[in-house]
């Protein structure tokens, strides 16, 4: 989001801090850089910053020292396979003294935290070589837990081996599965390749993972005092909330890349969630969104080059270095090797390329629904952009009036308004977007800390768009969508439809601690932090922290019965409501929707798509909180089997075409049919529509509204 309004903050946090980190490095005179650089950390990024600017700085006192703790030994140990109970025991003498440590600058906890878990990740490296040395026994019914929650640490060093063991087992198990089957999938086509044995995929499994946790341990062993710094420090900032975080130096690709997780190359924003390299999002207009198989929550685990076919597995593998594999020159394939939320694996082929700036700006059509000639205008927004570098640029506010316009030139009796996948961006254009709606009146506020909250209004008389609205929203409309949603919602000016959004109701801003410490250029780079400054609220006081937006209509979709958002973070800031602003609903509060929601309710519910859709739903949910997986072959081939049969029951789901007939606007109609890159972008776009049952059912919900005629007189000037 951009943070324009917070400008006058920016000049005086930099000249209190820079003149709190002057006395700081003034007092470290004669320490060694590495214990300066220590100090510097502690207390400014500690002491000063957060307590100065964070939105809700918390009490430095025993509670928050047992959720640091109970943090950073969970970011060194989230398989639980390296510390025994002994150790915890040690470590937990300063459970409740990590905060007079750090107030004080000292070190002790971590120091021996760092010598314990190096120790034991040697141990574990001679456990795991000696146990890859024999073939395992895929006979033997057992079981191997893979949610560390629902693990305890273990008891003893036996213990620590034995979960290496059925680790590595799963791994070398896996790796022979899927070749079998690849193996056999290869045959149903030709009979002509070299068919291999159990034994002898078993045999290059082995060495498979072998090299796969070489590089891990060489990774781990390798790891420097101030790698492990961070992650302290990390561990300390992640209780004030899960969006405050220090990113250490770091070359400046590498930097990018952990900054924003955007890969130019394939067009995914990627994470590292317990050991995987997971899909946050699918960029618009990418070659991931392009072939559409590539979904938010798959997990990569191995990525092969096209030209040479060289596999690398990049489970546990660290984030940016996986992305070395990923990335690559526009026009070459890549492989990825993912796990869907439902445990199947699939291989999907990616053409490396840029993104197409056009997909990722507002586009619309017209709707027509074949069984009432009803015309309905479709208006999809990706973000809410804006160049504030270029005064030409292109900015999401400017262009949504001109899709409105020319929809209103087709006369279409309602919009449809898609936020679905919108995480956010500059928020003076989603005020500006809510104004295309309202006549005028407030749209959001925005609280600092110990500061009122500030209104931010639309106070242009008005409105672009004056007829029925309905805005499609999902588990990942998130920031400004949620704003611009909540308004439309407050002034009762649109329907809501889809899932509950994201639920972020905070701005972060970052911080190059470089610019703030004054001299000592011996220990710089210092890195950056991002922390947590502000938190909005909806123009009925409530806060869309942690709740999102409910919306009025609740479409099924695949993650309904899982925490998503915000809501799954740990340590996410509290929900909380603050005086109302002073509005009027649309039209005087005379638009009531109830009945339009109950025949929407009604046409879900009878809908043989969303009643699929729900038990998709059920099925995922149990999948994700699967805890027990089989190590006997025969198991687990039986396992497998049953969940690519429960998986291709709904294959299908969602690909027929509905009773849309949807086309370009005559105002667009001006494409070039030689350009067959846009022409192959609008089909994909129109095939997209046609098969959204959500799309489909929202041009039912403004045809009710529609019948209402509680809409006031649309003026075309």
């Given at each position: ?10 000049r005086?946090f ?9 006395l ?50 969970k ?33 002790e ?50 213990e ?81 909330d ?78 940016d ?44 059509m017209v ?26 640029g ?18 279409v009796?309602?919009i ?31 609280q ?17 768009w ?5 805005v ?28 509950t ?97 109950k ?119």
């Amino acid at each position: 989001m951009h943070l324009k309004f917070i400008v006058m903050f920016k000049r005086f946090f930099l000249f209190f801090t820079t003149a709190s980190l002057l006395l700081i490095c003034q007092s470290c005179y004669g320490q060694e850089p590495n214990t300066i650089k220590r100090n510097v950390y502690l207390q400014s990024v500690i002491q000063g910053d957060i307590k100065r600017e964070h939105f809700n700085p918390l009490p430095i006192d025993d509670v928050f020292s047992e959720k640091a703790f109970d943090e950073y030994l969970k970011m060194l140990d989230y398989s639980k396979r390296l510390l025994t109970q002994a150790d915890i025991d040690v470590l937990s003498e300063y459970r409740t003294k990590i905060d007079d440590e750090y107030l004080s600058t000292r070190l002790e906890f971590f120091d021996l935290a760092v010598e314990i878990i190096a120790r034991r990740t040697q141990e574990a490296e001679r456990y795991c070589f000696t146990i890859l040395e024999t073939p395992f026994d895929f006979s033997v019914n057992e079981t191997i837990v893979f949610n560390a929650d629902s693990l305890s640490w273990a008891k003893d060093t036996n213990e620590i081996k034995d979960r290496w063991r059925k680790a590595l087992k799963y791994d070398v198990m896996t790796r022979v599965y899927n070749n079998l089957e690849d193996q056999k999938k290869a045959l149903e086509k030709s009979d002509t390749i070299t068919v291999k044995t159990f034994e002898e995929f078993e045999k290059e499994a082995h060495t498979s993972v072998e090299k796969r946790y070489k590089d891990w341990f060489s990774y781990m062993l390798k790891s420097e005092n101030d790698d492990y710094l961070a992650t302290y420090i990390n561990a300390i900032l992640s209780v004030y909330d899960p969006h405050t975080e220090y990113y250490p130096p770091k070359e400046k690709e590498d930097f990018d890349i952990r900054f924003s997780g955007q890969l130019e190359g394939i067009g995914a924003t990627l994470t590292q969630k317990e050991g995987y390299i997971t899909v946050s999002s699918i960029t618009i207009g990418s070659p991931a969104w392009k072939q559409g198989e590539l979904e938010a929550n798959d997990k990569i685990l191995k990525v092969t080059q096209g030209n040479t076919k060289e596999t690398t597995d990049v489970v546990d593998m660290r984030l940016d270095k996986a992305i070395r594999f990923i990335r690559g020159p526009k026009g070459t394939e890549v492989i990825l090797t993912v796990q869907k939320v439902d445990g199947t694996q699939k291989t999907i082929s990616l053409i490396r390329d840029i993104v197409v700036i056009e997909e990722t700006y507002a586009k619309s059509m017209v709707l027509t629904d074949k069984e009432t000639n009803s015309r309905i205008g479709y208006i999809y927004l990706p973000s809410f952009y804006a160049n504030f570098q270029d005064r030409d640029g292109r900015r999401s506010s400017i262009d949504m009036k001109k899709e409105i316009e020319k929809l209103k030139a087709e006369n279409v009796s309602g919009i449809v308004l898609d936020l679905r996948n919108n995480t956010g961006g500059s928020l003076s254009d989603c005020v500006d977007i809510s104004g295309h709606f309202i006549d005028v009146g407030p749209v959001v506020q925005v609280q600092a800390k110990d500061k009122p909250p500030q209104v931010l209004s639309d106070t242009r008389s008005g409105m672009v768009w004056d007829g029925p609205l309905v805005v499609l929203v999902n588990n990942y409309s998130a920031s400004a969508s949620e704003i611009f949603a909540a308004a439309m919602q407050d002034y009762g000016r649109a329907i809501i439809m889809g899932s509950t959004t994201y639920g972020k109701g905070t701005v972060q801003r970052f911080d190059d601690l470089d610019r703030i410490v004054v001299g000592q250029n011996d220990i710089k780079p210092l890195g950056f932090l991002k922390l947590t400054i502000q938190k909005y609220y909806r123009i009925n006081g409530s806060s869309t922290q942690l709740k999102g937006v409910i919306p009025d209509i609740k479409v099924p979709d695949s993650y309904k019965y899982m925490d998503t958002g915000e809501r799954e973070l740990s340590n996410a800031l509290a929900w909380t409501e603050i005086a109302t602003s002073n509005y009027k609903p649309w039209n005087g509060g005379a638009c009531k929707w109830d009945n339009v929601v109950k025949q929407s309710n009604e046409r879900i519910g009878k809908n043989e798509f969303f009643s699929l859709t729900d038990e998709n739903a059920k099925r995922l949910k149990q999948v994700r909180d699967e805890i027990y997986y089989p190590l006997n072959f025969e198991a687990y081939q039986a396992f497998k089997k049953q969940q690519n049969e429960d998986a291709e029951k709904y294959k299908e789901l969602g690909k027929d075409t509905l009773n849309i007939d949807a086309r370009i606007l005559t105002a667009d109609e001006t494409l070039n049919p030689s350009d067959t890159a846009a022409v192959e972008r609008n089909k994909k776009w129109y095939q997209m529509v046609v098969t959204d049952n959500t799309i489909y059912e929202a041009m039912q919900v403004v045809q009710d509204m529609t019948k209402m005629k509680c809409f006031a007189t649309r003026k075309d000037d």
